[in-house]
Nanobody
């Protein structure tokens, strides 16, 4: 079994910054992509950013130029640096990892429990 634990959420004023972290632990043979999604009240969960094991990144248009995703493969940890935050960034942010959790198992997705980010105007 694999656990993803997020940290770093909180309350910040518009224009401010936050850094989210997500550490994966458990039975991990390898981690392919890691990423972040978010869900605002009354809305569907949406993609924010992702990074492959090789360091290639992808971002939602709404966060390009403001958010930066990175990872430390040795620590099985992914980060999301969020700058120039806007009230519309307010949401629960979820970590996602595509993990091979057994020698003969296919890669499958795991999710964290979510961390609240609130941006006040």
């Amino acid at each position: 079994q694999v656990q993803l634990v997020e940290s770093g959420g909180g309350l910040v004023q518009a224009g401010g910054s936050l850094r989210l972290s997500c550490a994966a632990s458990g039975t991990i043979f390898s981690i392919n992509a890691m990423g972040w999604y978010r869900q605002a009240p009354g809305k569907q969960r949406e993609f924010v950013a992702a990074i492959t094991s090789g360091g290639s990144t992808n971002y939602a248009d709404s966060v390009k130029g403001r958010f930066t995703i990175s990872r430390d493969n040795a620590k099985n940890t992914v980060y999301l640096q969020m700058n120039s935050l806007k009230p519309e960034d307010t949401a629960v942010y979820y970590c996602n990892a595509i993990v091979v959790d057994g020698m003969y198992n296919p890669a499958r997705p795991y999710w964290g429990q979510g961390t609240q980010v609130t941006v006040s105007s």
